[in-house]
């Protein structure tokens, strides 16, 4: 069974339901693969309502957009979304001239469109596999340095994002993959973590904590913030300067982290300094 909505009738529903059944509309149809569909009981089910795929784009301001995710900040629905801003400007420049989507530019992406819709059957592209783990280690390496336990929460979906993107423009571009591809992948990931983390980090990890001091910036890599040369005591400040806590084994532990990915070197019992290898990136 197919179930068609058309832009208006979706509104319709979704303004009729709860804050809370809108949020779990959009994590359903983010999550593949459920057994029973979105919402039946079970297989033997006599009612059930069908999956329900959709493409969900809003605009607003940042500040609309953070009071509208304010109770659902640790829930899901931020995670399973890709975010994009519009660059401010500086005041009295020149304001930016956008194309226009005529006729011409609809030809233009006919082909892509057409690949699109004759798609049929289970498309394999391993180039998208392979940059979806290249991001996951990007990502991973940079939780480890920032230590940043919400970034590392969030980058988890953004790849998943991001790797069905680069499916997406695989078929779209006849099953070849290019160069150009990846480093819009790439691009786009940074991008959507940036906004996520600009937007609404610090509202996060606030949550998470229940109301503990934060800091006031996004993630930082805090070996950049050391010195080549730098001690415990040196690690412990710059945590605490980011608003980070250094309660039990929380510092030394990060700087085992660092030791073991090749990071750092240690030469005396609290001392370190950082390797070539991290100098040299």
Not at 12 to 37: I, R, S, V, W
Not at 110 to 116: E, Q, T, V
Request: aromatic share 12%; net charge neutral; hydrophobic share 35%.
């Amino acid at each position: 069974m197919y179930v068609k909505l058309n832009e208006l009738d979706l509104f319709e529903q979704l303004k009729g339901q709860t804050g809370k059944q809108h949020f779990q509309l959009m994590c359903l149809a983010f999550d593949p693969g459920a057994e029973y569909g979105q919402t039946r009981v079970g297989t033997q089910s006599v009612t059930a309502r069908p999956k329900c795929r959709f493409n969900w784009n809003a605009c607003t301001t940042i500040q609309k957009g953070r009071k509208f995710f304010s109770r659902v900040l640790t829930d899901g629905p931020i995670s399973r979304i890709n975010f994009c801003t519009i660059p401010e400007v500086e005041i009295g420049a020149e304001q930016p001239i956008y194309g226009i989507y005529d006729a011409e530019f609809d030809e233009q992406l006919k082909p892509y469109i057409d690949n699109l819709v004759s798609a049929r059957g289970l498309i394999d592209c391993p180039q998208a596999y392979k940059l979806a783990k290249q991001m996951q280690e990007d990502c991973a390496e940079f939780a480890r340095l920032s230590q940043d336990q919400t970034y590392w929460n969030l980058s988890h979906r953004a790849i998943v994002i991001a790797w069905l993107k680069a499916c997406v423009l695989y078929v779209a571009n006849g099953q070849k993959w290019e160069k150009s591809m990846e480093d819009f992948i790439r691009w786009s990931l940074d991008y959507d973590m940036y906004c996520k983390m600009a937007f609404f980090g610090e509202d996060i990890e606030r949550a998470n904590r229940d109301g503990d001091r934060i800091g006031t910036r996004g993630p930082r890599n805090l070996l950049e913030l050391l010195p080549d040369e730098f001690t415990i005591e040196d690690a412990k400040r710059v945590r605490q300067k980011q608003g980070m806590s250094n309660e039990g084994y929380l510092c030394i532990n990060m700087v085992r982290t660092w030791i073991n990915r090749g990071y750092i070197i240690q030469y005396t019992e609290y001392s370190f300094k950082k390797s070539p290898k991290f100098i040299n990136k």
